[in-house]
């Protein structure tokens, strides 16, 4: 490692930032412990407190995650610089369960530190360590209470608590104010989504579309109960509000193959010129299972209608089992008067390996 060298010289540096940058750096380059473990166990005694928590930060990353870095991390919990709190936060959250002696310090960050940002930091880092007390399940439970901080309350529930979480969930999605039941499920983060598919797939039939659009664009990376979850999109095809409709269609292309018994609807969709484009694009992630919908597809490349044509190249390119088809019916657009459908039917035919694919 080249670096290393000037990175241990500038451990010593006379500029705090100097130093603290470079204990950073070697933590992410993570050289073998011995090289550069006493300089950093020196720089964690700094009179600095971002510089003492990046050492630290960075012996954890060298090495296993011991009590004493524990504690001594525990304490830059209560440093004067929210920056040196911060990196102590993340550090611990990283350690996940060799950090659970210090869940009581990162619980009084979560309830009363002054930045915002970190309260919601240590909460996120109290789901990573798992296993709370009860204290802290409550505490947790508490941060619900409060608008600015809930969503991260409820993800870490989610992950450290996830049965006191979907309670949680459920009664929000109980209160009679629309904005309350969307905001519990609108900013939950991917793990807690997995840990409450269930009661976001009952807010997929909510009464008010703002709370069926948060249900639909959660479950848009979901990997638990998957023939559901492409069920409650596919329903969703059908809502009276086209924003819950075209986020279900996006959603739909996020999965993937695993929405592969959606196929129908998406073709079907094809027909209808406001959900026509979002269709295609999620037909095209499905490739060749989605051969039925090429003669549409190339009905489009020779539309008057230069959208059309753009989308019908690009999803062919991506359907179409029969390379040599598909570039013979694309080709011809290398040189159409639309610039987009030029890019398009380039990018199309770079993707099948076809020759003429530059305009």
């Known amino acids: 490692m080249p670096a290393l060298p000037e990175l241990s010289r500038l451990l010593r540096d006379p500029d705090a930032r100097v130093r603290e940058?470079?204990?950073d750096a070697i933590g992410e380059l993570r050289p073998p412990r011995p090289a550069v473990a006493a300089e950093l166990r020196r720089l964690s005694r700094d009179p600095v407190d971002v510089v003492r928590?990046?050492?630290?930060?960075?012996?954890?990353?060298?090495?296993?995650?011991?009590?004493?870095?524990?504690?001594?991390?525990?304490v830059e919990l209560g440093a004067k610089t929210a920056r040196a709190r911060m990196t102590a936060v993340h550090a611990l959250g990283g350690t996940r369960a060799a950090a659970r002696p210090a869940l009581a310090q990162l619980a009084r960050v979560a309830k009363s530190d002054a930045d915002l940002e970190l309260r919601r930091a240590a909460l996120g880092a109290i789901g990573a360590i798992g296993k709370p007390s009860p204290e802290v399940v409550k505490l947790l439970s508490e941060a619900?209470?409060?608008?600015d901080v809930k969503q991260a309350a409820l993800a870490a529930l989610a992950e450290c608590a996830p049965r006191v979480a979907a309670a949680e969930l459920e009664k929000a999605l109980a209160d009679t104010d629309a904005e309350v039941r969307a905001e519990a499920i609108g900013g939950l983060a991917s793990d807690a989504v997995?840990?409450?598919?269930?009661?976001?797939l009952r807010a997929c039939k909510d009464p008010a579309p703002a709370v069926r659009?948060?249900?639909?664009?959660?479950?848009?990376?979901?990997?638990?109960?998957?023939?559901?979850?492409?069920?409650?999109?596919?329903?969703?095809?059908r809502d009276e509000d086209s924003e819950v409709r075209d986020a279900s269609l996006i959603s739909l292309q996020v999965l993937g193959p695993a929405a592969a018994a959606a196929l129908p609807d998406l073709i079907a969709l094809l027909g209808q010129r406001?959900?026509?484009?979002?269709?295609?694009?999620?037909?095209?992630?499905?490739?060749?299972?989605?051969?039925?919908?090429?003669?549409?597809?190339?009905?489009w490349t020779r539309s008057p209608d230069p959208k059309l044509r753009a989308r019908g190249a690009v999803a062919v390119s991506s359907i179409e089992p029969r390379r040599e088809k598909a570039c013979a019916a694309l080709k011809?657009?290398?040189?159409?008067?639309?610039?987009?459908?030029?890019?398009?039917?380039?990018?199309?035919?770079?993707?099948?390996?076809?020759?003429?694919a530059r305009p």
């Open 21 to 23: 940058s470079a204990a």
């Open 53 to 74: 928590a990046a050492a630290l930060a960075s012996l954890l990353k060298l090495g296993r995650a011991t009590p004493e870095l524990v504690r001594a991390l525990s």
């Open 144 to 147: 619900l209470k409060e608008r």
């Open 194 to 200: 997995e840990r409450l598919v269930p009661q976001i």
């Open 213 to 237: 659009l948060a249900a639909i664009q959660a479950l848009r990376g979901a990997k638990r109960d998957r023939m559901r979850v492409v069920s409650a999109l596919r329903a969703a095809l």
């Open 274 to 299: 406001d959900s026509a484009g979002l269709a295609a694009a999620a037909l095209a992630r499905q490739g060749a299972r989605a051969s039925a919908a090429l003669p549409t597809l190339y009905g």
């Open 332 to 356: 011809p657009l290398v040189a159409d008067s639309d610039h987009q459908v030029r890019a398009s039917a380039s990018w199309a035919l770079k993707r099948l390996g076809c020759a003429a």
